[in-house]
């Protein structure tokens, strides 16, 4: 994450850290040709004992 700290680019980082978040949700890729992310099995490997 090159531009963490850079508000005007990614301003999702100041509606978390105000905290106005109130929820997120996952949603399907809708380009097909692109690979989706498997948040799920990432957050699964991270939680490991010991971490994958």
């Known amino acids: 994450m090159m531009h963490g700290l850079d508000n005007t680019r990614l301003p999702f980082?100041?509606?978390v850290g105000s905290g106005r978040l109130r929820g997120t949700k996952a949603q399907p890729q809708p380009d097909l040709h692109i690979p989706s992310f498997r948040y799920d099995l990432a957050m699964d490997a991270l939680s490991a004992e010991p971490p994958r």
Request: net charge negative; aromatic share 34%.
């Open 13 to 15: 980082f100041e509606i």
